[in-house]
C-alpha cells in the first residue's frame, strides 16, 4: 500500500483518484454548487432526478438523465443502458451491456441509478445524435421519440426500465407478512413532474438525499482497496471487514465487491457472520465465488456456495471452537486466486472480541477495514501490535514477536490441485494453545455517518425478520412456477430418504434418542456429507455421536416421517445429482419462518404443525441455553494476593 505521507505522487494519480470518485459519489452529498439553491427560479432543476421519462408500453419506460443526475427509488426493475453510462452502488453499466435486474425493497437502503460523464472521441455530435434517435426509434413511437430527442445532448445516458417479476420476489410477495416490503409507501421525491412512467414500471422515487451516504474515510478506504487489488505483486489481497452491529459491514462489502467486478471478473467472497448471511440461509460459514454485481438485499440473491458448513445457530457464542474449526475447514478451500473479502459478526465486545483476534490470526488478511463511529467506540484500533499481543480466545499473544508479511510456502499450481485437502492454504495452521506472531496489515479506519449507525435498537428491521427472510429467498428455489405465479410449499413433491440412508444429529441442544424424529419432523435440516460412511445394519434413525464439521449441499423441509415405511419426506431445491452424495442430516436452531406454516392455503381444518395454545410460561416449556464458554469455579485461575 502506498504511504501518502512518504510515497511521492505517482503520475496515474490523478487517474485513480478521477476512477474511485466516479463510484464513491454514488448517494454522497455533492459539493456546495450542487446543493439546491434557496431560489425557486433554480430550485427545480438541482433535484430533478430526471430530465425526461415516457412510458414505452408494457410496463416499461425510457429515462433520459444528464451527468450527475441520480433517481433514487424504492421497488423493482430491470435496466437497460441504451446510451452512454451509468452507475448502480459502484457498479458500471454501458450501452450494450446486458440488463440487470434492480432490488430496492423497504428493508434496505434505497438503490441510486446515476448517470456519468461519457465522451466518444473521433465522433460528431450529429453522429452521436442519429444514433440515439436510431436506438429510440426501436422502442418509442415518433411523437414521444420527437419529444426526447428534443432535450438530448451527446454527453445524456438513455436507459430503459422495465416492470420486473422474479420466482423469488414472487414466492416471498406471497406471504401476507412480508409482501409490503415491496409495496410500502414512501416519502415520495420532491421533483413535482408526472411520475407515471416509473409508477408503470413499478417504482418510486424519493429525494437522492435517501441513497447511499458515504463517508470521506469510507471513500479513501474503497480507493485504496481499488488500487491494491490492482496492482498487488505478490498475490491477491485479503480483506477482513469488522465493526459493530449495524454498522454498515454487509453495504461497505457489496459496494467494494461491485466497484471491483468493474475490472476484474471475479471476487472470493468468506461468509463469517452466522446471524446477517449475504448469500445462504442463516447460521452458515460459506466461501462464494461472485462474478455479478449484487444490486439488491442478501434475500434477493441466494446462490450455491463453493463450499458451505452449516454450523446451524445464528451466534458462536455457544461454541466458539468449533466456530473457529468451521471458519479453518472452509478457508482452506481459498486458493489465491482472486481477491478474498471476508464478512465478520457484529459481536466484538468480551469474548467477541477475542474470536475476532483469533480470526485475524488464523486468516492472515493483508488488509483490515475497521469501521465505527464517531461518538463511540465498541473496540480498540486493531493495530498489528495489538493483534500480535492481544489474547485470542484460542491463541495467545506474542508481545515480543516482530511483525512479518505471511509468505506463500507453495506454488499456486501446486495449491490449485488440492481442493479437497483440508489444508490447503499455509495461511490455516494450527492455531491452538499456541503464541502467534503476527503477519502485518494494513489497517483502514471507516466512520459510519448515516443515521442510527452502530446502534442496534435503530435498525429499521429487526435480524430475525431478515433472517427469515434469507431462508424465504432459499425456498423459492423449490418452486417450479414461472415468476408471477405461486404455490405454496406443501403443493411440491417431496423426496423419500430412507432411514439407513442418512445420519441424524441435532446441533444447537441436547435431545434424548428416543424424541430425535419429534425434533426433525417439520423442521428445517442441513443436508450434509460427512467422511465416515453411514451404516445399513439397523432400520432405525441412525444417530451420531458429535457435532460434525462436514461439507453442507443446501437444505430442505423435513415435510413428514413415514414410520412404516422408514422414510423421511423431504422438500429441497438441491438437485438430485448432489443429493446421491448427502449421508446426514443435521437439524439446528434456524427454524422455518412461522410465515410458511401460518399461511398454507388450500388446507382443510386445522393447520399443520400451527398451534396458538402452547404456554411459554410454563416452567420447562423453553430450551436450556448453554454457555460452553463459563468455566466452572475449579476450573478458573486464582487471582494472585493483592
Same mark, same amino acid.
Given at each position: 500500500?502506498?504511504?501518502?505521507?512518504?510515497?511521492?505522487?505517482?503520475?496515474?494519480?490523478?487517474?485513480?483518484?478521477?476512477?474511485?470518485?466516479?463510484?464513491?459519489?454514488?448517494?454522497?452529498?455533492?459539493?456546495?454548487?450542487?446543493?439546491?439553491?434557496?431560489?425557486?427560479?433554480?430550485?427545480?432543476?438541482?433535484?430533478?432526478?430526471? &430530465?425526461?421519462?415516457?412510458?414505452?408500453?408494457?410496463?416499461?419506460?425510457?429515462?433520459?438523465?444528464?451527468?450527475?443526475?441520480?433517481?433514487?427509488?424504492?421497488?423493482?426493475?430491470?435496466?437497460?443502458?441504451?446510451?452512454?453510462?451509468?452507475?448502480?452502488?459502484?457498479?458500471? *453499466?454501458?450501452?450494450?451491456?446486458?440488463?440487470?435486474?434492480?432490488?430496492?425493497?423497504?428493508?434496505?437502503?434505497?438503490?441510486?441509478?446515476?448517470?456519468?460523464?461519457?465522451?466518444?472521441?473521433?465522433?460528431?455530435? $450529429?453522429?452521436?445524435?442519429?444514433?440515439?434517435?436510431?436506438?429510440?426509434?426501436?422502442?418509442?413511437?415518433?411523437?414521444?421519440?420527437?419529444?426526447?430527442?428534443?432535450?438530448?445532448?451527446?454527453?445524456?445516458?438513455?436507459?430503459?426500465?422495465?416492470? &420486473?417479476?422474479?420466482?423469488?420476489?414472487?414466492?416471498?410477495?406471497?406471504?401476507?407478512?412480508?409482501?409490503?416490503?415491496?409495496?410500502?409507501?414512501?416519502?415520495?421525491?420532491?421533483?413535482?413532474?408526472?411520475?407515471?412512467?416509473?409508477?408503470?414500471?413499478?417504482?418510486?422515487?424519493?429525494?437522492?438525499?435517501?441513497?447511499?451516504?458515504?463517508?470521506?474515510?469510507?471513500?479513501?478506504?474503497?480507493?485504496?482497496? &481499488?488500487?491494491?487489488?490492482?496492482?498487488?505483486?505478490?498475490?491477491?489481497?485479503?480483506?477482513?471487514?469488522?465493526?459493530?452491529?449495524?454498522?454498515?459491514?454487509?453495504?461497505?462489502?457489496?459496494?467494494?465487491?461491485?466497484?471491483?467486478?468493474?475490472?476484474?471478473?471475479?471476487?472470493?467472497?468468506?461468509?463469517?457472520?452466522?446471524?446477517?448471511?449475504?448469500?445462504?440461509?442463516?447460521?452458515?460459514?460459506?466461501?462464494?465465488?461472485?462474478?455479478?454485481?449484487?444490486?439488491?438485499?442478501?434475500?434477493?440473491?441466494?446462490?450455491?456456495?463453493?463450499?458451505?458448513?452449516?454450523?446451524?445457530?445464528?451466534?458462536?457464542?455457544?461454541?466458539?471452537?468449533?466456530?473457529?474449526?468451521?471458519?479453518?475447514?472452509?478457508?482452506?478451500?481459498?486458493?489465491?486466486?482472486?481477491?478474498? *473479502?471476508?464478512?465478520?459478526?457484529?459481536?466484538? $465486545?468480551?469474548?467477541?472480541?477475542?474470536?475476532?483476534?483469533?480470526?485475524?490470526?488464523?486468516?492472515?488478511?493483508?488488509?483490515?477495514?475497521? *469501521?465505527?463511529?464517531?461518538?463511540?467506540?465498541?473496540?480498540?484500533?486493531?493495530?498489528?501490535?495489538?493483534?500480535?499481543?492481544?489474547?485470542?480466545?484460542?491463541?495467545?499473544?506474542?508481545?515480543?514477536?516482530?511483525?512479518?508479511?505471511?509468505?506463500?510456502?507453495?506454488?499456486?499450481?501446486?495449491?490449485?490441485?488440492?481442493?479437497?485437502?483440508?489444508?490447503?492454504?499455509?495461511?490455516?495452521?494450527?492455531?491452538?494453545?499456541?503464541?502467534?506472531?503476527?503477519?502485518?496489515?494494513?489497517?483502514?479506519?471507516?466512520?459510519?455517518?448515516?443515521?442510527?449507525?452502530?446502534?442496534?435498537?435503530?435498525?429499521?428491521?429487526?435480524?430475525?425478520?431478515?433472517?427469515?427472510?434469507?431462508?424465504?429467498?432459499?425456498?423459492?428455489?423449490?418452486?417450479?412456477?414461472?415468476?408471477?405465479?405461486?404455490?405454496?410449499?406443501?403443493?411440491?413433491?417431496?423426496?423419500?430418504?430412507?432411514?439407513?440412508?442418512?445420519?441424524?444429529?441435532?446441533?444447537?441442544?441436547?435431545?434424548?434418542?428416543?424424541?430425535?424424529?419429534?425434533?426433525?419432523?417439520?423442521?428445517?435440516?442441513?443436508?450434509?456429507?460427512?467422511?465416515?460412511?453411514?451404516?445399513?445394519?439397523?432400520?432405525?434413525?441412525?444417530?451420531?455421536?458429535?457435532?460434525?464439521v462436514c461439507e453442507c449441499l443446501g437444505f430442505g423441509i423435513v415435510r413428514g416421517i413415514d414410520m412404516e415405511k422408514k422414510v423421511y419426506y423431504v422438500l429441497t431445491?438441491?438437485?438430485?445429482?448432489?443429493?446421491?452424495?448427502?449421508?446426514?442430516?443435521?437439524?439446528?436452531?434456524?427454524?422455518?419462518?412461522?410465515?410458511?406454516?401460518?399461511?398454507?392455503?388450500?388446507?382443510?381444518?386445522?393447520?399443520?404443525?400451527?398451534?396458538?395454545?402452547?404456554?411459554?410460561?410454563?416452567?420447562?416449556?423453553?430450551?436450556?441455553?448453554?454457555?460452553?464458554? &463459563?468455566?466452572?469455579?475449579?476450573?478458573?485461575?486464582?487471582?494472585?494476593?493483592?
Amino acid at each position: 500500500m502506498r504511504n501518502a505521507d512518504t510515497d511521492e505522487v505517482d503520475g496515474d494519480s490523478d487517474y485513480w483518484r478521477a476512477y474511485v470518485e466516479s463510484f464513491t459519489q454514488n448517494g454522497a452529498s455533492r459539493p456546495q454548487s450542487r446543493k439546491r439553491s434557496l431560489s425557486p427560479d433554480t430550485a427545480a432543476p438541482s433535484w430533478k432526478p430526471y &430530465l425526461a421519462a415516457v412510458e414505452a408500453g408494457n410496463g416499461a419506460s425510457i429515462i433520459l438523465m444528464e451527468p450527475t443526475q441520480k433517481l433514487t427509488f424504492r421497488g423493482k426493475c430491470q435496466l437497460t443502458c441504451l446510451y452512454g453510462n451509468l452507475q448502480v452502488f459502484g457498479f458500471t *453499466i454501458s450501452q450494450g451491456q446486458p440488463a440487470y435486474d434492480l432490488f430496492s425493497p423497504a428493508t434496505h437502503c434505497p438503490l441510486t441509478i446515476e448517470a456519468l460523464e461519457h465522451s466518444h472521441p473521433g465522433r460528431t455530435k $450529429k453522429e452521436m445524435r442519429m444514433e440515439a434517435r436510431a436506438i429510440l426509434r426501436e422502442c418509442v413511437p415518433l411523437a414521444t421519440r420527437r419529444l426526447l430527442m428534443k432535450e438530448f445532448r451527446s454527453c445524456y445516458t438513455i436507459l430503459l426500465l422495465n416492470h &420486473l417479476e422474479t420466482k423469488t420476489s414472487s414466492f416471498i410477495c406471497s406471504y401476507p407478512d412480508y409482501c409490503y416490503h415491496f409495496f410500502q409507501k414512501e416519502k415520495m421525491s420532491t421533483f413535482d413532474s408526472d411520475t407515471s412512467p416509473l409508477i408503470s414500471v413499478g417504482i418510486t422515487s424519493l429525494p437522492a438525499s435517501s441513497g447511499l451516504m458515504m463517508s470521506e474515510s469510507g471513500n479513501l478506504a474503497v480507493f485504496e482497496l &481499488l488500487k491494491a487489488c490492482l496492482e498487488e505483486d505478490d498475490g491477491c489481497p485479503v480483506i477482513l471487514v469488522c465493526g459493530a452491529k449495524n454498522i454498515g459491514k454487509s453495504t461497505f462489502n457489496r459496494l467494494l465487491i461491485n466497484s471491483l467486478l468493474n475490472d476484474i471478473p471475479c471476487v472470493e467472497y468468506l461468509e463469517c457472520d452466522l446471524g446477517q448471511t449475504e448469500f445462504t440461509p442463516p447460521g452458515c460459514v460459506s466461501l462464494h465465488r461472485i462474478i455479478q454485481p449484487l444490486l439488491g438485499p442478501p434475500f434477493l440473491h441466494q446462490r450455491a456456495p463453493r463450499r458451505m458448513v452449516y454450523y446451524g445457530r445464528a451466534s458462536s457464542e455457544q461454541d466458539m471452537e468449533r466456530y473457529e474449526e468451521t471458519v479453518k475447514y472452509i478457508f482452506s478451500s481459498y486458493k489465491r486466486e482472486a481477491p478474498l *473479502i471476508i464478512n465478520t459478526m457484529g459481536w466484538v $465486545k468480551g469474548f467477541g472480541l477475542m474470536l475476532l483476534i483469533d480470526l485475524i490470526r488464523l486468516l492472515s488478511p493483508t488488509h483490515v477495514v475497521q *469501521i465505527s463511529t464517531r461518538d463511540r467506540q465498541d473496540m480498540p484500533p486493531l493495530t498489528p501490535d495489538y493483534v500480535r499481543t492481544a489474547a485470542g480466545f484460542l491463541t495467545k499473544g506474542n508481545a515480543q514477536a516482530r511483525p512479518r508479511r505471511a509468505k506463500q510456502t507453495e506454488e499456486p499450481s501446486q495449491q490449485g490441485e488440492e481442493d479437497d485437502d483440508d489444508g490447503g492454504s499455509s495461511s490455516s495452521s494450527d492455531l491452538i494453545g499456541q503464541p502467534f506472531t503476527a503477519p502485518g496489515h494494513t489497517l483502514l479506519k471507516v466512520q459510519a455517518e448515516f443515521a442510527g449507525a452502530g446502534d442496534s435498537n435503530a435498525m429499521s428491521w429487526h435480524s430475525n425478520v431478515l433472517r427469515d427472510l434469507a431462508t424465504l429467498g432459499y425456498l423459492s428455489q423449490i418452486c417450479t412456477t414461472e415468476p408471477g405465479t405461486h404455490s405454496p410449499l406443501h403443493a411440491f413433491t417431496p423426496y423419500q430418504v430412507p432411514f439407513n440412508a442418512v445420519a441424524l444429529w441435532v446441533i444447537h441442544c441436547g435431545v434424548a434418542p428416543a424424541q430425535i424424529l419429534y425434533c426433525m419432523n417439520a423442521n428445517l435440516v442441513g443436508i450434509c456429507r460427512i467422511a465416515d460412511s453411514v451404516g445399513t445394519q439397523t432400520a432405525g434413525p441412525i444417530l451420531l455421536t458429535q457435532t460434525p464439521v462436514c461439507e453442507c449441499l443446501g437444505f430442505g423441509i423435513v415435510r413428514g416421517i413415514d414410520m412404516e415405511k422408514k422414510v423421511y419426506y423431504v422438500l429441497t431445491p438441491v438437485p438430485p445429482e448432489k443429493l446421491r452424495l448427502a449421508n446426514c442430516l443435521l437439524i439446528g436452531g434456524i427454524t422455518i419462518p412461522h410465515a410458511v406454516l401460518k399461511f398454507q392455503p388450500d388446507s382443510e381444518g386445522e393447520l399443520p404443525y400451527a398451534t396458538t395454545e402452547y404456554n411459554f410460561e410454563i416452567s420447562g416449556a423453553g430450551k436450556i441455553k448453554v454457555n460452553k464458554q &463459563l468455566k466452572r469455579r475449579e476450573h478458573c485461575v486464582p487471582l494472585p494476593p493483592s
